[in-house]
């Protein structure tokens, strides 16, 4: 079976930290899988709030998951803090890739990478709007 490959650009214009929880530690005593794609989720929160928007309100837009792929690299362990890592690629009429690394802050080592893809959406009509403006503005040298 072919494994997922996940590359990332040199750099990633955003980062925030979250220390890892009792609740976000499985049986085996490292990072839930399940876990993971919720600290995913609050950074990805964190970082269109960086922009200027919420992920409910982005020029009137709203954004909703399209897919989702990651790929681990090592254990996370309960009292960890973790920096994520992540910056938006790939534009399309109505949506990107956005892209993230997981470290552990105090060795560096990265733990998990992945993309989210995220489409712009009018929740009150039930449709995909077009990338507003004002989110592509932030990212001007990306395709």
């Known amino acids: 079976m072919a494994r997922i490959k996940i590359e990332l ?3 990633l214009p955003f980062a925030t930290e979250i220390p890892l929880l009792l609740s976000h530690i499985n049986n ?9 794609l919720g600290l995913v989720s609050e950074a990805r929160t964190r970082f269109v709030k960086s922009l200027g928007f919420s992920e409910d309100d982005v020029e009137g837009a709203g954004v909703i998951v ?3 792929a990651l790929q681990y690299r090592s254990e996370a362990f309960h009292g960890e ?5 992540m910056g938006a690629t790939e534009f399309s009429d109505f949506g990107c890739d956005l892209v993230w690394r997981m470290s552990e802050k105090s060795e560096g080592r990265e733990v998990a990478r992945g993309k989210t893809g995220i ?5 009150a009509a039930r449709r995909k709007m077009p990338v507003p403006a004002g989110f592509r503005r932030h990212f001007p040298s990306v395709g």
């Open 9 to 11: 650009p040199p750099a």
């Open 66 to 68: 399209a897919d989702a």
């Open 119 to 123: 489409v712009f959406y009018d929740y």
């Open 81 to 85: 803090t973790l920096v994520i890592e």
């Open 28 to 36: 085996f005593n490292h990072l839930d899988n399940a876990q993971l």
